[in-house]
């Protein structure tokens, strides 16, 4: 969910491919494509959203 200057969090993101990947098979989700903004101040290896999403796509099944 965003705001409306069209900023939302980070969970929210979260959320949002996590709810896809359990429609996977429902809707045949194959790709997700995020364009996202967002301050990086370390490593994206320490970045705790950056590893997330990596654990996210690796359950869904997609390449990053």
């Known amino acids: 969910m965003l705001d409306l200057n069209g900023s939302g969090s980070d969970s929210n993101v979260i959320a949002a491919i996590e709810q896809a990947i359990a429609l996977q098979s429902t ?20 970045d705790l959203f950056a590893r997330r999403l990596k654990r996210l796509g690796r359950r869904g099944s997609w390449l990053w």
């Open 27 to 46: 809707y045949n989700i194959r790709v997700i494509n995020l364009s996202l903004g967002r301050g990086i101040f370390v490593s994206y290896a320490q």
